[in-house]
Antibody, heavy 125, light 108 residues
Framework: QVQVVQSGAEVKKPGASVRVSCRTS????????IHWVRQAPGQGLEWMGI????????DYAQNLQGRVTMTTDTSTATVYMELSSLKFEDTAVYYC??????????????????WGQGTLVTVSS | ESVLTQSPGNLSLSPGERATLSCRAS???????LAWYQQKPGQAPRLLIF???SRATGIPDRFSGSASVTDFTLTISRLEPEDSAVYYC?????????FGGGTKVEIK
């Protein structure tokens, strides 16, 4: 069965960087693209970007360009999201999600069928 | 950027009643690229509906979606206690893929 498991909670100071991991299993890793969204406390959902594990193609939300980097490790079927120059307003739960695609590589639907459990990132001085 | 406006913000209904949740888009889609998700407290969202009206795997048939130009609707035909949650719509017609602000459904 498909599983998406994220790393644990992080506390960081303003200006630091954080890296969140997203380990997948139960399917062919390079066939399905991975998105990230975040949810600030008590708020809605904000899409951050997408990565294709087959060729590491990425597309980032414009407001995060220059601060967010998504990478993959095919050997462990893991996706990483790094956010740099952290601000207080980056405090949120970060989720990774699988894109269902069309059942073959290099396809994406841009909605999300399997979600990780979420990782709380707290930015505090 | 496509803006999605959900209404009402809150809905309080009794078990067995019908819930109608609305999601209005700021621009029309040439395709019904809209999904609905359910989020319970402390949990990740769960996919309910994609392509405006297709139920995701394992979703009960009391959940249904419909579309009309820029207006999208999620209907829960017979509410059950476990349907208490926040419901979000999401458009995937164009990037950035945006979400509505959510509708909180409370079961009395």
């Amino acid at each position: 069965q498909v599983q998406v498991v994220q790393s644990g909670a992080e506390v960081k100071k303003p200006g630091a960087s954080v890296r969140v991991s997203c380990r997948t299993s139960g399917y062919t890793f390079t066939y399905y693209q991975i998105h990230w969204v975040r949810q600030a406390p008590g708020q809605g959902l904000e899409w951050m970007g997408i990565i294709n594990p087959k060729d590491d193609w990425t597309d980032y939300a414009q407001n995060l360009q220059g601060r967010v980097t998504m990478t993959t490790d095919t050997s462990t079927a893991t996706v990483y999201m790094e956010l740099s120059s952290l601000k207080f307003e980056d405090t949120a739960v970060y989720y990774c999600m699988r894109d269902p695609g069309l059942g073959r590589p290099d396809t994406r639907r841009n909605y999300f069928d399997f979600w990780g459990q979420g990782t709380l990132v707290t930015v505090s001085s | 950027e496509s803006v999605l406006t959900q209404s009402p913000g809150n809905l309080s209904l009794s078990p067995g009643e019908r819930a109608t949740l609305s999601c209005r888009a700021s621009q029309s889609f040439s395709s019904n690229y809209l999904a609905w998700y359910q989020q319970k407290p402390g949990q990740a969202p769960r996919l309910l509906i994609f392509d405006a009206s297709s139920r995701a795997t394992g979703i009960p048939d009391r959940f249904s979606g419909s579309a009309s130009v820029t207006d999208f609707t999620l209907t829960i035909s017979r509410l059950e206690p476990e349907d208490s949650a926040v419901y979000y719509c999401q458009q995937y017609h164009n990037s950035p893929f945006t979400f509505g602000g959510g509708t909180k459904v409370e079961i009395k």
